[in-house]
């Protein structure tokens, strides 16, 4: 089955860029997302990519998929304290999404 | 974004008992919702794929016949914990697909603790 990995922790100071990586093992995957949980929220869906696109932008953010590496990331732009939370990457098809373990990512003001 | 909506967002329950969650889509129609069950400081597990109108495929080492899953129609979902015990106790969430975007939204979660 899938497997969906991250690291555990990164630690960026305000105003910095934040780069959160993902690997994915299942090279038919179709949907690549991003999703932040802040304390005691829920899921919040910041973006998602299709397998046939390279990257995608969306204010602040922005999405590098290298498919033939199966390698996803999730670049922050500007981090604000406000963005302190932890994200977590998934990858599916259709019918099915596994999510990674989560980055936590701490801001420093 | 779309709506999800779970109720109750956190419910207890006594040994032994039942407790049904429901995952609903406000406001788009979802052919696949997902339920996912999480434990403090961890990822999400994928339990169950709910499949409008056929049986809810699970993940290995979920019980089908403790975690019912029915999915009656395109904008509702539900898992009922059968005779729940406190191992049971955890945060369930309920995904749904957008069936015309593939955008998976979720809901807030359900809280359940078994006394």
């Known amino acids: 089955g899938e497997d969906v990995e991250q690291s555990l922790f990164l630690s960026v100071r305000e105003g910095d860029s934040s780069v959160i990586n993902c690997t994915y093992t299942d090279s038919s995957s179709t949907y690549l997302y991003w999703y932040k949980q802040e304390p005691g929220a829920g899921l919040q869906l910041l973006t998602y990519i299709f397998s046939n696109m390279d990257m995608k932008q969306d204010q602040r953010l922005t999405v590098l998929l290298n498919k033939k590496d199966k390698h996803l990331s999730l670049r922050i732009a500007d981090t604000q304290t406000g963005d302190s939370a932890i994200y977590f990457c998934?990858?599916?098809?259709?019918?099915?999404?596994?999510f990674g373990t989560g980055t936590k990512l701490q801001v420093i003001p | 974004g779309a709506v999800v909506s779970q109720h109750p967002s956190w419910v207890i329950c006594k040994s032994g008992t039942s407790v049904k969650i429901e995952c609903r889509s406000l406001d788009f129609q979802a052919t696949t919702m997902f339920w996912y069950r999480q434990f403090p400081k961890q990822s999400l597990m994928l339990m169950a794929t709910s499949n409008e109108g056929s049986k809810a495929t699970y993940e290995q080492g979920v019980e089908k016949d403790k975690f019912l899953i029915n999915h009656a129609s395109l904008t509702l979902s539900t898992l009922t914990v059968t005779s729940a015990h406190p191992e049971d106790s955890s945060f369930y969430i309920c995904?749904?697909?957008?069936?015309?975007?593939?955008?998976?939204?979720f809901g807030e979660g359900s809280r359940l603790t078994v006394l």
């Open positions: 995904s749904a697909k957008t069936t015309n975007t593939g955008e998976l939204f």
């Open positions: 998934a990858a599916g098809g259709y019918q099915k999404v596994t």
